[in-house]
């Protein structure tokens, strides 16, 4: 069993940046495939970034190439996802998602992963 807290959304003006984290519990957060998603109001699931295990980056969601980072912090149990140059459509509420029978090709698929975060807001706004 994995528990998932995100934290770090909030109100940021266009072109600006924030660090999302989710804090995984139990000691075998290195076991699993991680990943953040989004979702707008009125819209699907969308895949944002995800990394196996062994820290193998699937390419990122088209709509958020070169302005996002995925990464994990393994003696925090923690993934970030560092976001910069912001814009209004980038505002959703984003998911941290965890599973450890995921592989590579399956990573951007959101019915593949067990374990979800509650989600952190991020608006994007002047």
């Known amino acids: 069993q994995v528990q998932l807290v995100e934290s770090g959304g909030g109100l940021v003006q266009p072109g600006g940046s924030l660090r999302l984290s989710c804090a995984a519990s139990?000691?075998?957060?290195?076991?699993?495939?991680m990943a953040w998603f989004r979702q707008a109001p009125g819209k699907e699931r969308e895949f944002i970034a995800g990394?196996?295990?062994?820290?193998?980056?699937?390419p990122y969601g088209d709509s958020v190439k070169g302005r996002f980072t995925i990464s994990r912090d393994r003696a925090k149990n923690t993934l970030y996802l560092q976001m910069n140059s912001l814009k209004p459509e980038d505002t959703a509420v984003y998911y941290c998602a965890a599973d450890s029978g995921i592989i590579f090709s399956s990573l951007q698929n959101a019915n593949a992963y067990a374990y979800w975060g509650q989600g952190t807001q991020v608006t994007v706004s002047s």
């Open positions: 990394t196996t295990r062994n820290n193998n980056i699937a």
């Open positions: 139990g000691r075998t957060f290195r076991s699993y495939a």
